[in-house]
């Protein structure tokens, strides 16, 4: 039965979610990809019969879009010290692999009453990349920067 022939379902709306970096709500996120694996497939032939058989999952990068709100840039930086990088001086260097200050990064959805429906949980994410978006004097739209997340899974609750 389709969800508009039936009055007491409601489908998800795509503005209905929340970032949870640490303890950072992320408010300000316009965005978010939700984790999504990939499967490889190995092919073994036998005699005319091609078989298939599922292979290894590899869970795809998710990227967050936020608003920058003035004088985030450096705290986004920053944040790659407590992630991914060991900062010094004004390089990047060593590199360790990890949760955010051993917390939790996942991505929440509500539904109309502001109960939450889905939780992504990302196991061992990281910061793979931060874009700060394009300076251009003949726009007037908002300055977004585009946080890439890599992780290695993820469980849906």
Same mark, same amino acid.
């Given at each position: 039965?389709?969800?508009?022939?039936?009055?007491?379902?409601?489908?998800?709306?795509?503005?209905?979610?929340?970032?949870?970096?640490?303890?950072?709500?992320?408010?300000?996120?316009?965005?978010?990809?939700?984790?999504?694996?990939?499967?490889?497939v190995?092919?073994?032939? @036998? =005699? +005319?019969?091609? !078989? $298939?058989?599922?292979?290894?999952?590899?869970?795809?990068?998710?990227?967050?879009? &936020?608003?920058?709100i003035?004088?985030?840039?450096?705290?986004?930086?920053?944040?790659?010290?407590?992630?991914?990088?060991?900062?010094?001086?004004?390089?990047?260097?060593?590199?360790?692999?990890?949760?955010?200050?051993?917390?939790?990064?996942?991505?929440?959805?509500?539904?109309?009453?502001?109960s939450?429906?889905?939780e992504?949980d @990302? =196991? +061992?994410?990281? !910061? $793979?990349?931060?874009?700060?978006?394009?300076?251009?004097?003949?726009?007037?739209? &908002?300055?977004?920067?585009?946080?890439?997340?890599?992780?290695?899974?993820?469980?849906?609750?």
């Amino acid at each position: 039965m389709a969800f508009w022939s039936n009055n007491t379902l409601e489908p998800l709306r795509k503005f209905r979610f929340k970032i949870q970096f640490g303890d950072d709500v992320m408010w300000w996120a316009k965005s978010v990809t939700q984790p999504s694996p990939d499967i490889s497939v190995s092919e073994h032939q @036998l =005699i +005319n019969h091609k !078989i $298939k058989y599922p292979g290894i999952v590899t869970w795809n990068d998710i990227d967050i879009t &936020l608003v920058d709100i003035g004088g985030k840039g450096l705290e986004y930086f920053n944040k790659l010290s407590k992630v991914g990088y060991n900062r010094s001086g004004s390089g990047v260097d060593g590199l360790k692999k990890g949760q955010y200050d051993g917390k939790t990064f996942n991505i929440q959805k509500f539904d109309a009453n502001g109960s939450k429906i889905e939780e992504w949980d @990302l =196991i +061992n994410p990281f !910061i $793979k990349s931060i874009k700060y978006g394009d300076l251009d004097y003949s726009a007037d739209e &908002l300055l977004e920067v585009t946080i890439t997340v890599a992780y290695d899974s993820a469980t849906l609750t």
